[in-house]
């Protein structure tokens, strides 16, 4: 492939990603470009949105053309829902819209899920069959592999949001937008399209007749996100994977109980660095292009309960489940038990989000019945304990401990890893194997310590640090930069690992 084909042309070995050279070239390019019409409203959505459906295109291929027509589809839909005054027409069409979106997400995410379930619990032998693929080459001549249904990158990112557009102008919460341009914007915006966060219509769709503005502070902050971003990504999290984490789940039984406890924990430190990371360096992106997205984490494995922890993770995506599906299950309005049940319908189909597998139906389960305790217990016992430091510091020792041990189901390919990792621990663990692991680990265990300190410094100590680096000369700020680059780049050792949530 020549220069200009690798450029221009997908490749499925090497998708558009932030942690690429080529990404950052490539975002060079659209400021470029965006200078010259940032000041024009209509003309800066509409290069924003041809500018992200290529960008979706070097990370997807010929799926940008299945998004594009999703999102025709749903523009013209909520059009109508807008538009017509007879009820009963506009809950057939909220239907079709919802119907539809999860269709799309059921057929190309759950396909293989649903047919080895059936198989095993039916014994029968059926084979996925991808129609669509089969339909593409009988219309067009096309030469699509019927025999397997690949998943898009970030199709459960990108539907959700479509579906929350949908169902805020159902509700009259929110005009449905009559220029496609602005809608496919709002829908294709690069920086958030494949692992969020799950931005709400209701937050970015009025930012889009507002002027462009960007003020030095503005630029301090998006600079600190993108390497405050960087360096989750690919000085913490690609690293202790790599060289430790992904080891241990790929073959567990050639580890001890320490190495599992170990890997165990940081795997929790990985996928908040590598999650948070992404989210940090789209914040900081949008917001040199004058677009403000919503924090989706903040400090989660500060949190002294599960109930904590689930507000300050994945902000995005718990809040849309509250709004957008245990409310409407009727939330806590109809009784203890409906309420039980609500809760954990929600965070069972939260952990099917994540996942076509049962493990992370598994995972789901554990935090929905986590929750339920959580909730009797805080009832019985509030007016019974009184608040110390050190009752503090064990709670939070808790709900990690907790949160990590859920992630075994989380991380393992298959049941039986998860078993194999849990025994590993409740019956080879031995303290004393903790010295020896660290001493054969010691670069990892570093860079571990490292991410756990970060994690939990004080958030004063956080914002000074963040307020600093803002009001530094635009000359420290710069050098600052070429030093976090220079040292992450030099601590890469092997391939550009992609963003955990890209499954998702």
């Known amino acids: 492939m020549d220069a200009v084909s690798k450029i221009f042309l997908y490749s499925e070995h090497s998708p558009l990603i932030f942690t690429q050279a080529y990404f950052w070239g490539f975002f060079a390019a659209v400021l470029a470009g965006y200078s010259a019409i940032y000041k024009n409203n209509g003309l800066r959505h509409a290069y924003l949105f041809f500018v992200s459906v290529f960008f979706y295109y070097k990370t997807a291929g010929l799926f940008c053309l299945f998004l594009f027509a999703s999102t025709l589809v ?61 339909w593409a080459n009988t219309a067009v001549g096309t030469t699509f592999d019927v025999s397997k249904i690949i998943l898009p990158v970030g199709l459960s990112f990108y539907t959700f949001q479509k579906i929350s557009y949908m169902v ?43 002027p462009y503005t960007l003020t030095k502070e503005e630029f301090g902050l998006a600079t600190f996100w993108i390497l405050n971003g960087l360096i989750k990504k690919m000085l913490v999290s690609d690293y202790i994977s790599v060289n430790f984490i992904d080891r241990v789940f790929e ?53 002294a309960n599960v109930a904590e922890f689930w507000q300050r993770w994945h902000i995005s995506l718990s809040s849309w489940l509250r709004d957008y599906l245990y409310i409407p299950l009727g939330g806590n309005r109809h009784g203890e038990t409906r309420t039980n049940i609500n809760l954990m319908v929600t965070m069972l189909l939260g952990g099917l989000w994540h996942g076509a597998s049962w493990q992370f139906i598994i995972w789901g389960g554990l935090n929905g019945l986590a929750l339920l305790v959580y909730r009797y217990w805080r009832r019985a016992m509030s007016s019974r304990i009184t608040p110390t430091v050190v009752g503090y510091i064990g709670s939070i020792a808790l709900t990690f401990s907790f949160i990590s041990f859920t992630r075994i189901f989380f991380r393992s390919e298959t049941l039986d890893v998860s078993l194999q990792v849990m025994s590993n621990i409740a019956t080879q663990f031995h303290i004393g194997a903790l010295a020896s692991v660290a001493g054969s680990y010691k670069t990892v265990c570093a860079v571990m310590l490292f991410g756990f ?33 220079f040292v992450i780049y030099q601590a890469v050792s092997s391939d550009v690992q992609p963003f955990i949530y890209f499954q998702f």
């Open 251 to 303: 073959n567990p039984a050639l580890y001890g109980g320490a190495e599992s406890l170990l890997a165990c924990y940081g795997y929790s430190l990985q996928v908040y660095c590598d999650f948070s990371g992404y989210t940090d360096i789209a914040i900081g992106l949008s917001l040199l292009m004058g677009f403000r997205l919503p924090m989706n984490f903040n400090q989660p494995h500060k949190a």
């Open 168 to 210: 805020d102008v159902y509700r009259r919460d929110l005009k449905p937008l009559d220029n496609f341009l602005d809608f496919g914007f709002f829908v294709f915006f690069f920086p958030q399209l494949v692992a969020g966060p799950i931005v709400r219509a209701t937050d970015f769709l009025p930012q889009l007749s507002k």
């Open 74 to 134: 749903n523009f013209f839909i909520a059009l109508a829902i807008g538009g017509l005054s007879n009820e009963w027409t506009r809950k057939a069409l909220i239907t079709l819209s919802i119907t539809l979106n999860l269709s799309v997400l059921a057929y190309f995410k759950y396909a293989y899920f649903f047919t080895d379930s059936y198989n095993a619990l039916f014994h029968t032998n059926n084979a996925v069959f991808n129609y669509l693929a089969h």
């Open 453 to 485: 300190v970060g994690q939990w410094l004080p958030s004063a100590w956080k914002a000074s640090l963040r307020t600093a680096f803002i009001n530094a000369p635009s000359t420290a700020q710069a050098a600052i930069a070429v030093v976090v680059v």
